[in-house]
Each structure stands twice: as structure tokens, then as C-alpha cells.
């Protein structure tokens, strides 16, 4: 404000004066115009840099530096985003009791307070389900349609409270019935036992509603096996899903690309080993070949053709991004129709807290997603 009020003054001052004087001032004025910028450069290139190496094979070494929480997150996410850090370095906070880490807590307070919805502990086909429904019942437009949720773990927990907090607040803001599978998971049982679940409710679903009328989602390990899933039901001839949601994941393996070493200490508190993402050995896949398109199908276009419409979410702290964002492209390149979603400065499963205003959005894409691409 006072730069452009000066500016209006001195264009006052040099409107009155004669041809001389006005142009001996606008000289004047370029001189020392020209003097700021080159006084400006000269102490922006007196600054030390630090010094970025680089390798003969393009691997970089970087300078400590101090990373702030993104700019472009709600104040909410802000201040959710620095908890969460010091979250992930408390063994307290991240210890699970009854199948919820500690951490998880005031998050899954937040949402029964926030969503009303129904819970039917049950089983299909010996399969242990929880059926979740809005307490004001399935929207109308939603009868004929459910959704099969795959929940986030590992492969070796989190249930239910990664089930809770995936399929409450889709149930309810949606207005869709939500049927979430207590999958087997290791180290007890190895793959495919997992997959197996899967295609158990799924068959019996079938029975009740078209698959085109199916939606299938799941965050991390869920969004991995929904993915393995789509791959299975091929192998066992089973129709697809009329569209599926893989969340903080991709369709196959964790902790590739840039992402295993970019991501960890900004979203999850910790280093990266030395060779990328540091993450506990997943005992669910003990002897199988991470190559199988039963547990890969990332690698097989052929088995990606097959897939349906696709949506992805992740963050740019998530361990997962470049997994996701690589099966976002393979998937485009084998012509399915694949959405992705990409929040800045937010980390793996973010959503899970339904106190910030990006978790709203998400819940509204997921279930508008599903609401456009079900079948009626």
C-alpha cells in the first residue's frame, strides 16, 4: 500500500513538470531502480547454499533442512498434521489395544459423534462381517447398491479400528450399506487366505445385488487387497466390481520410488532406511512371489485391461504416493478409467480423522465416485 501510494505521488510530481526536468527524474529513477536490483542479487548470491551431491548414477544427498507443515492445509490439518508427528515417535500413542492404536482413539470418538450409523456384527459364508448402515436408513438411490470395505493394517491388525473409521463415515454421508470383512491376516494365515475372504462375500453378495452394483474400497493393506482382489475374481471367474477405491495404497508392494525416501520423516516422524521405506515385514506374504499378478497386478497391463472404474487417493507425506500414483498411470495406459486425488502436506490414512476439513472432502469424492459409477 505505501509502495503504490508513492508511486502515485511521484507520477503526480512528474506530470507537472516540464520535458527537462521530467526527464532527468525518470533517469534518475531508473538508476536507482537498476541499483536496488543489482544490490538485491548481490546479497541474495552472498547467502550460503548448501551443497546438494550428486552422484554419477543420479542419487542425491540433501542438507538438513527444516520442512514446515504445507501452507495450503487448513489451520485444523496444521495443527492435526504436527500432533500426528508426535504421534508416530510415542510407542504409547501407536500402541493398539483390541485392535486400536491409542492414537486412533479420539478419532473414532469423534466420528460416532459425528455419524449416525448402524452396526450388525455377523458372518457370510463363515466370513466374520460387520454391516454398517445409516442410522436413518440407505438413501433410496442406494438399495440396490452395497459396498465391500477391505481394512487398512498390514496384513496384521488394525481391526477393527481401522474398519470403524473407513466405513462409518462412508455409510453415513453416502447413505450406503458397508459390509467390512475381518479378513484372515498373518502372521496366523498367509496369502491367499485374505483373498479368499474376499471372494466369499463377494460371491454371496452377488447373489442379492448385480456387480455392477458392487463398490469395493479399502485404505493401505485394504487398498493393496482390493486391487489383489479385482486380480482374484478374474482367476476365479467371478464378474468385476462395478468400481472399487484404492486409498493410501497402490495395486501391488509398498515403499517404492521417491516416495520411500521423501515421505517418512515428513509424515510419518522417522528415517527412511537405506533402502527407502523402513516397514515391518509383512508375514502374510511369506514365501510368494512379489511378482504374481494375484499380488501385483501394478505389473500386468493385461490383468489391469480387466479393471473398473478406479478412484485413488493419497497425500504427498504418504509412503505410499508413488506406489499410487504409478498405479494411476498403468492403469490410464491400460485404459481404465482411474481418478486420483492427491491432498498436499497430508500423510498415510489421513482421512481416518474426521475432525479436519480435508477428511470431509474426501468422504464427499468417495461417495460421490461410488453414486456415479454403481450401477442403479
Known sequence: MIEERAVAVIGSIISVMGPVKRSWVLCLLAGASASWQASAQAASASRPTPAVSVAADGAVTIPSET??????LSPEA???????LKDMQDPSATYAEKGIPRFMLPYLTQQKAMFAVEQQDTKIEGVHVVIFSPKQGVAAENAKRVLIN?????????????????????ASVGGFKVVSVDYRQGPDYHFPAASEDVAK????????YPAQNVGIFGCSAGGALTAMSVAWFQKHDLPSPGAIGIFCAGAGGFGAGD?????????EARMPSATGVSLPPMGYFKGTDPNDPLIAPVKHP???AKFPPTLLITG??????????DTNIQLTKAGVDA?????DGLFHGFFYNPGVPESMDAYKIICQFFSKELGK
Open 150 to 170: 477391505l481394512h487398512g493394517g498390514g496384513f496384521s491388525g488394525c481391526w477393527p479400528g481401522c474398519s470403524l473409521l473407513e466405513s462409518i463415515p462412508i
Open 259 to 267: 516416495a520411500a525416501y521423501m515421505t517418512l520423516p515428513i509424515g
Open 201 to 208: 462375500v463377494y460371491a454371496a453378495l452377488l447373489k442379492e
Open 316 to 325: 504427498t507425506r504418504d509412503f505410499a504416493l508413488s506406489n499410487t500414483l
Open 67 to 72: 520442512v514446515p507443515v504445507s501452507s495450503l
Open 78 to 84: 496444521k495443527a492435526y498434521v504436527a500432533q500426528h
Open 302 to 304: 493385461d490383468v489391469l
Open 339 to 343: 481418478k486420483l486425488y492427491v491432498w
